[in-house]
């Protein structure tokens, strides 16, 4: 019998990524503990448990937790299962408690995770229950606004964020945000190449047609940052009426609504729309008026699913709130001109892997001696996949 030789690992160079990454069951299983636990993973806003007690169920990568505000304001995250026979103890999405009981056997834990009651405690002999300690406690760090969990041992999240931090503070004005409602969604797709349709610039005027015809996609940048961050950012042209009304009389489009490329409000510092990816899981945005973070939940080799905050600003007008809200349904929403065409594009890369001569994802647009460049290049997706390439340790 002749020994089976290792498969070699994917191989990932500057322009090429073996499309492996994105159906091999055993990269995806290191994925989840190399990148989403043992690195900095984002698991939600602060701005969704606002007060003690608030709790909201979130996942690094695929292991659920549990993301809280402790009594003394800190916020906890902490691994959903009970160290009794493993359930998950939150099984509401969000809610307002002082502790977690879990609702097989009743073992209580604090916001913190720790083991507070045992129902028959006497019955165990030895008082071996102690053994199982509580819920397994992630380090917490929060920034803008936005929490971050690991059970590594990583530098301060600040390090980590490196240049991508002035421009989450811009677009998410210090975390000073209300939420105004949720999207989730299923990605027939690698939860990769979500993360890397937001990063892509090259496609937004080509397969969001609607974004060229109306000229509102203009000049701009494409920022690649430490640790596989990046941001897509242009101008911002707000459209007046006249110019909607002719591109209307050409019978070019049907839009009942135009007013979301027509700006209410004042973009963050800098006046500009602005797209970022931070690695592994979280995209941040603001177009227009909308702004919103989305959170990339991979279940799955091939599927993932997307969840969406839509944000406003404390302290906007109720006029304000409503147009931000209408805005990002009709924009970022499942059925809306932006996120059904993403949808699509990413679901029909997913469904040629493995089964056609491409074995190769290809982005070698721009200048390849330059780390970042104008949006006409595939500088943010290199930087991406350079950074996980590295992290992978392929
Ligand atoms: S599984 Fe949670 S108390 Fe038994
Ligand atoms: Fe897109």
């Not at 892997?353 to 949006?375: H, N, R």
């Amino acid at each position: 019998m002749t020994a089976v030789s290792p498969r070699p690992s994917p191989s990932i160079t500057q322009t090429k990524v073996d499309r492996r990454v994105f159906s091999d069951e055993e990269v995806y299983k290191q994925e989840m503990k190399i990148l989403f636990q043992d690195g900095w993973t984002f698991v939600g806003l602060e701005a969704e448990i606002p007060n003690p007690g608030d709790f909201r169920r979130s996942w690094m990568g695929e292991l659920p937790v549990i993301m809280s505000r402790a009594r003394d304001g800190s916020v906890k995250v902490v691994e959903n299962a009970c160290s009794h026979r493993g359930a998950l103890v939150a099984l509401e999405s969000k809610g307002n408690c002082s502790t977690f009981t879990c609702i097989y056997h009743q073992w209580v834990y604090g916001a913190d995770g720790k083991l507070l009651g045992v129902p028959l405690r006497k019955n165990y002999t030895d008082g071996q229950h102690k053994d199982r300690g509580g819920l397994r406690a992630a380090r917490v760090e929060t920034f803008a606004g936005l929490v971050w969990a690991t059970f590594g041992e990583v530098e301060p999240l600040i390090g980590y964020l490196a240049e991508a931090a002035p421009h989450l503070d811009a677009v998410l004005r210090g975390g000073e945000v209300e939420i105004l409602g949720y999207h989730r969604y299923e990605v027939q797709g690698n939860w990769k190449l979500f993360f890397e349709n937001t990063q892509d610039a090259y496609h937004a005027s080509l397969l969001h047609n609607f974004s060229q015809a109306l000229g509102i996609y203009t000049v701009g940048d494409n920022l690649v940052f430490e640790n596989g961050h990046g941001a897509i950012k242009w101008d911002m042209v707000s459209l007046t009426d006249e110019i909607m009304e002719r591109h209307l009389a050409d019978k070019a489009f049907k839009m009942k609504d135009y007013k979301l490329f027509q700006s209410a409000t004042q973009p963050g510092p800098g006046g500009f729309n602005r797209v970022m990816g931070v690695f592994p899981n979280a995209l941040v945005l603001e177009e227009w008026d909308m702004l919103n973070v989305r959170h990339i939940v991979p279940k799955g080799v091939d599927r993932a699913e997307l969840h969406t905050v839509a944000l406003g600003l404390k302290g906007d007008s109720a006029e304000i709130r409503a147009k931000r809200a209408r805005d990002y349904g009709n924009f970022f929403g499942p059925a809306g001109f932006a996120g059904r065409d993403d949808v699509v594009a990413v679901k029909a890369v997913q469904a040629t892997e493995g089964v056609t001569s491409i074995d190769t994802s290809f982005m070698a647009l721009g200048d390849l001696d330059a780390k970042s460049g104008d949006l006409e290049g595939e500088y943010t997706v290199r930087g991406f996949y350079g950074n996980y390439r590295e992290r992978m340790g392929f």
